[in-house]
């Protein structure tokens, strides 16, 4: 059969020719017509986004993507990219709308678009100097150029990694072998299945969920974790951080590490950063700084509320997160870079002990990933085309609507706010304002974010505080206005209205009923 009678068969002049779709000097047409055709329609999208989501529900959008035959390809890139904008462009999240106030996901700078389309055509792997060449060169660079935003020291080193989450692993890996590494020399067992039991990582009771997983991960279970009060305004209390350690002690137990919070994930709180470092100096305790979202403070000009953070041993930072990068760009770094050995491990394949190129600048000895991609470069052309000032004065301009939303909703007798905020997110709850319904506050707050989610008219998150609902604003996009705000507290309070007027009209047909 002839490829052109085959129904739904490939018909193209490029689809016929596996040889074609390699990227290479002799298909550069076909590359440059690809990629035109790829971002003429992103932009056609982009301009046409009028609400962060469209509010389909998973079962509708799976049946159209379980629909697809995936063992024949359409006609052509066209074709592809239709179906694409049907079962995924169509309906995507859109974090670049002013009212999409969901999670820390932020829209992104063209600068770091550019350098995702880099990095993937050129596939550089950032584990050897062999594959890489320049892109390790420049990963370095920036790695010392956040090193010293972070004051951590000329001795300071690190990597990129593919998240927060990554990043406060390999921290907390490192905490744990050196602490280990110590005990080693003061106790009468350097066996690690005897050692691991007795450590504990203290950190705050609203820290991120990835240093409970990293402790299990760690081989050291969830138990290890030991939660530390926090204050109204949902920073660390060093009284009672003391008091677990010296707890610890008694019990036999070792006090791994203190993770401190630069900017929690629900409350953007900044743990008291140079209390915390006295007190490790102290006792002798690895401290980690998880700055996976507070990170954009060290281009802004609050970068005060990062100070102590140079007394860190290890600190976690996501320029996905306040720098606005495109997933992934993350980094861990540490003070002491003779720590980063603790992640090292040789193949005689890729970076042989004592082989020739031992002095080979191998980022694969200090990563806990093998191949990676050179997100590094997407910062780079970030800070060449903008310049850090520009991209902290972005993340300033959330911090300040964030400031100005919490007078409007203080004000504002529907909306109980939990703290002040700190960095940009807000935890609230709608409450009736003539107190009526106690009971369904819960219920009112879930309904809510699901009415708005589902009508896609503004995305908002959820949390709970002590065990009740609240919803959470997080604001990444410094498009969003406070008329944007307003008018989604307007949404908000809309929908909670009529919930509790359904429930009334309810109430009172079960009262006629009977
Ligand atoms: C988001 C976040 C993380 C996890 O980072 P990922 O990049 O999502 O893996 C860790 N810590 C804090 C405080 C965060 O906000």
Same mark, same amino acid.
């Given at each position: 059969?002839? !490829?052109?009678?085959r129904p739904? *068969?490939?018909?193209?002049?490029y ?7 390699l990227?290479? =000097?002799s298909?550069v047409?076909?590359?440059?017509r690809s990629m035109?055709?790829?971002i003429e329609?992103?932009a ?10 469209s =509010?389909i529900?998973a079962?509708?959008?799976?049946a159209a993507? !379980? =629909?697809i ?7 052509d890139? %066209?074709?592809?990219?239709d179906?694409?904008g049907?079962i995924?462009?169509r ?13 820390l ?7 770091a ?6 990095? !993937?055509s050129?596939?550089?792997s950032?584990?050897?100097w ?15 150029w ?11 080193? *690190? ?5 927060g989450t990554q990043s ?9 072998d050196?602490?280990?590494a ?5 106790v009468?067992?350097?066996r690690?299945s ?5 450590l504990?990582?203290l950190?705050s009771?609203?820290s ?5 997983t990293?402790a299990a991960l760690?081989g ?6 030991i ?6 305004d ?9 008091r677990?350690?010296d707890?610890c002690?008694?019990?036999?137990l070792?006090?791994m ?7 929690t ?7 008291p950063l140079?209390?915390i470092?006295?007190?490790?100096a102290q006792e002798?305790?690895w ?7 507070g990170c ?9 509320l990062?100070d102590?953070? =140079?007394?860190?041993?290890s ?11 495109p ?18 491990y ?6 042989p002990?004592g *082989?020739?190129?031992t ?6 000895d200090?990563?806990l990933?093998?191949?990676r991609?050179?997100?590094a ?10 310049g850090p000032?520009?991209?902290? %004065? /972005? ?6 609507l964030a ?10 007798p529907?909306?109980e ?18 107190g009526?319904?106690?009971d369904l506050?819960d ?14 008219? %503004?995305v908002?998150?959820a949390?709970?505080?002590? *065990? ?10 410094p ?6 705000? %307003?008018?989604?507290?307007g949404?908000?309070?809309?929908h909670?209205?009529?919930? /509790? ?14």
């Open positions: 059969m002839d !490829s052109a009678d739904n *068969g490939p018909q193209s002049e689809a016929t020719d596996r040889r074609s779709h990227l290479n =000097g298909t047409e076909h590359y440059l035109t055709q790829c329609r992103l056609s999208r982009f301009a046409d986004v009028d609400r962060p989501f =509010g529900s079962p509708q959008l799976d993507i !379980s =629909g035959d995936l063992q024949r390809p359409v006609a890139t %066209a074709a592809a990219l179906e694409l049907h995924y462009l309906d995507a999240v859109y974090f670049h709308h002013p009212r999409y106030l969901g999670h996901n932020c829209p992104v700078v063209i600068p678009v550019l350098g995702e389309a880099f990095l !993937s050129i596939n550089s950032l584990d050897t062999d594959q890489s060449a320049g892109g390790t060169l420049i990963e370095r660079r920036l790695i010392q956040t090193a010293a935003h972070l004051d951590l020291g000329d001795a300071a080193d *690190g990597v990129f990694t593919s998240g406060n692993l390999q921290a907390l890996l490192i905490a744990r050196e602490t280990c110590g005990l080693a020399r003061t009468l067992t350097s690690k005897e050692l691991l039991p007795r504990r990582i950190t009771e609203v991120h969920f990835s240093i409970a990293s760690l050291l279970g969830r138990e290890a974790v939660s530390v009060p926090t204050d109204q949902k920073r660390l209390r060093t009284d009672d951080l003391v677990e350690v707890r002690r008694q019990d036999g070792v006090p590490a203190v993770v401190a919070t630069a900017g994930t629900d409350f953007g709180s900044i743990d140079h209390q470092a006295d007190i490790c002798g305790i401290m980690h700084v998880d700055a996976a979202y954009g403070l060290l281009v802004s000009r609050r970068r005060d990062l102590g953070i =140079g007394r860190a041993d600190v976690t930072v996501d320029f996905h997160k306040s720098f606005f990068q997933v992934s760009s993350s980094a861990v770094l540490v003070r002491d870079r003779s720590m980063l050995a603790h992640v090292t040789h193949a005689n394949y890729l970076n002990a *082989g020739s190129d002095h080979a600048p191998n980022q694969v200090k990563s990933q093998t191949t991609r050179f997100d470069l997407k910062l780079w052309l970030t800070l060449r085309i903008m000032d520009m991209v902290g %004065a /972005l993340f300033d301009d959330v911090v300040d400031a100005a939303t919490w007078r409007l909703m203080a004000d504002d529907r909306f706010v939990v703290t002040q905020p700190q960095l940009s997110t807000l935890v609230f709850r709608y409450v009736p304002p003539d009526s319904h106690p506050v219920e009112v707050n879930l309904y809510v974010r699901q009415a708005l989610l589902s009508s896609g008219e %503004a908002v998150a949390t709970t505080v002590d *065990g009740a609902h609240y919803l959470k604003f997080t604001l990444l996009n498009q969003t206005s406070l008329d944007d705000i %307003a008018d989604v507290l949404l908000i309070a809309g909670a209205e009529e919930f /509790l007027s359904d429930t009334d009209d309810r109430g009172k047909t079960r009262v006629e009923a009977s």
